[in-house]
């Protein structure tokens, strides 16, 4: 079974910028979550998507967000890119929320 | 607020010397205890979930255990293949239980593993 799969897996973009990053989960998992990833905060919590509908987010700023599809792949958005927001961004996919299964990551980094 | 440290934050052993990573952690109504490995530019690779004090884990050469308080991997007679991050994570009770945590996993900094040949 083919798992996590994130696109693309690097992105460079320049402040004041927005990004799309994309998130196909394991076939048959219905939950995507995403995470933000730095040295100094460690893995952080973004938001939760299940059937089309964020059931939870994290404590970010709005200029971060993220949408499921009806195939359950999932995007997420940040609008007006900041220097700290370079980050490696995951995702990971689950059945009914529990075990998660995380993809290669896409590393952004914003000049 | 969930709240987990791990600990040492570094860890050096030479192949072969066994050892423990503990795993302590802050929840109301445990959900669920996660243990990933991660190497250096990629995601995290799921271990173990563990879901109840008592409960015991194996593969290979990791054993994960918990209680109420904190978890251990212990590793036995590692090689230098099993260097990584190793990281643990804990979710709470979800929606309609008291809680708000689909799918939220609350993670340590992790323990960073060497092992030396």
């Known amino acids: 079974k083919a798992g996590v799969t994130q696109t693309p897996r690097y992105l460079i973009k320049t402040r004041g910028q927005q990004v799309t990053l994309s998130c196909s989960p394991i076939s048959g998992h219905r939950s995507v979550s995403w995470y933000q990833q730095t040295p100094g905060q460690g893995l952080q919590f973004l938001f939760e998507?299940?059937?089309?509908?964020?059931?939870n987010k994290g404590n970010f700023p709005g200029r971060f967000s993220g949408r499921q599809f009806s195939n359950s792949r999932s995007e997420m958005n940040v609008s007006t890119l900041e220097l700290g927001d370079s980050a490696l961004y995951l995702c990971?996919?689950?059945?009914?929320?529990?075990?998660?299964?995380f993809g290669p990551g896409t590393r952004l980094t914003v000049l | 607020e969930d709240q987990v440290t791990q600990s040492p934050e570094a860890l050096r052993l030479q192949e072969g010397e066994s050892s423990s990573l503990n795993c302590s952690y802050t929840v109301s109504g445990l959900r669920g205890l996660f243990w990933y490995r991660q190497d250096p530019g990629k995601g995290p690779e799921f271990l173990f979930t563990l879901y109840s004090a008592g409960e015991e884990k194996e593969k290979e050469r990791l054993k994960a255990t918990l209680t109420k308080k904190e978890s251990f991997l212990h590793i036995t007679a590692p090689k230098p293949e099993d260097s990584a991050t190793y990281l643990c994570a804990v979710q709470g009770p979800p929606l309609g239980a008291g809680g708000t945590s689909y799918g939220k996993l609350t993670f340590g900094q992790g323990t960073i593993l060497t092992v030396h040949p």
């Open positions: 998507y299940f059937s089309e509908t964020q059931r």
């Open positions: 990971a996919s689950s059945l009914m929320s529990d075990t998660q299964y």
